[in-house]
């Protein structure tokens, strides 16, 4: 399965595709989020990503006040959920200005729409659905989605195989479009967060759903998770993007600054290069050395005209001259008569032998 996002081909043949996922850390500052946008560029995204929600619509003031306490990353945040939802909603006003900002340096612009009227209003500008994990089994909003006829990209964080089955079933039916993202949704940027990421559930998603792409949604710091997909045959990674980590705010600690994300990218494509071809074959960087390693048959002694082959009268040794007679064959040179005078240490040659 291959499709395209703008003017990029997405699949397991193509460059691995990079979202920075600017969602909060644009900190209520419209400039500051075109900055964001500016230095995700450089440092290699594809897509630069935001978050449409209106707090009212995405989570329950009396519900989490009502909790017993605030629990993972949002333990440590001073305001209330609901206050920091209102303060890091990206207005849709903005998203025309954004846009603008990406098409100027040449950057997709994403975002996660989280309602129905947040859907309708950011259509017009989309290439894609970028549908974060915590929808997972909100069917009618990915048929929403889905059914707009672009690319849906959908996170799998904190949701069992039944779930992502479901999920991913509601959205084929109407799009084939359809990337599929593990992820494992912990913000607390701990290092703990490596035993959890499980990155073969990629095995099991290439198995179970053949005819998507698939991706990584990741929340860790370092390059090991992301290489890691690629090599299992992820072809999209989404993380977080700030432009520092010491910055106020619920998404910084765990995003990525600019220089990190550009070693990333880098790493990404070396690695992309050295998995190179599933054919096994001798490389054009690698023709001289089968000549200078490897070895071929040469006279263990002066051999005359007319004597009889012996394993005694055979050396197995580098070079592996080319056109010598390699080493496997050394059972079918014994018995044979050579035709020609060969000295010490010359190749042996089937020209030179005769049966």
């Known amino acids: 399965m291959e499709f395209k996002i703008g003017n990029q081909t997405i699949g397991l043949n193509h460059p691995t595709y990079f979202i920075a996922d600017i969602a909060a850390n644009h900190d209520g500052d419209l400039d500051r989020a075109k900055l964001l946008i ?3 560029k450089e440092a290699g995204a594809d897509a630069a990503k935001f978050q449409n929600f209106q707090a009212p619509k995405i989570v329950s003031d009396y519900g989490f006040k009502n909790m017993n306490s605030q629990v993972s990353h949002q333990a440590s945040w001073k305001k209330s959920v609901f206050q920091v939802y209102s ?6 006003g903005w998203t025309p200005i954004l846009v603008e900002e990406c098409q100027k340096v040449g950057i997709e612009y994403f975002t996660s729409p989280y ?4 859907i309708e209003a950011v259509d017009p500008y989309l290439p894609a659905y970028k549908i974060g994990s915590g929808e997972i089994d909100w069917i009618e909003s990915l048929q929403l989605m889905a059914s707009k006829g672009k690319p849906v990209l959908l996170a799998t964080g904190a949701s069992n195989i039944g779930e992502v089955q479901k999920a991913v079933h509601a959205i ?3 799009n084939k479009q359809l990337v599929l993202m593990q992820c494992n949704t912990n913000y607390t940027a701990s290092p703990e967060n490596y035993r959890y990421i499980n990155l073969n559930v990629l095995k099991t998603y290439a198995a179970m759903f053949p005819d998507v792409v698939l991706g990584l949604s990741d929340h860790t710091h370092g390059n090991s998770t992301v290489l890691g997909a690629v090599t299992l045959g992820a072809r999209v990674i989404e993380r977080h993007f700030t432009d520092s980590n010491n910055r106020e705010g619920p998404d910084h600690k765990f995003a990525m600054n ?6 990333m990218v880098d790493e990404t494509r070396l690695l992309e290069k050295a998995l190179g071809g599933a054919d096994k ?7 001289d050395t089968q000549v200078v390693q490897r070895r071929c048959l040469r006279a263990a002694r002066d051999i005359r005209a007319g004597e009889t082959i012996t394993r005694e009268m055979v050396d197995v040794l580098r070079p592996a001259t080319p056109g010598a007679i390699k080493p496997d064959q050394v059972a079918n040179v014994v018995g044979t008569k050579a035709l ?3 000295p010490f240490g010359k190749e042996l040659r089937w020209t030179d032998l005769v049966a």
């Open 258 to 263: 600019p220089e990190a994300w550009a070693h």
């Open 38 to 40: 500016r230095l995700a």
């Open 87 to 92: 303060e890091a909603s990206v207005p849709l």
């Open 340 to 342: 020609n005078d060969m």
């Open 115 to 118: 309602d129905f009227e947040s």
């Open 281 to 287: 074959f001798i490389t054009e960087n690698e023709q």
């Open 172 to 174: 084929l039916v109407i």
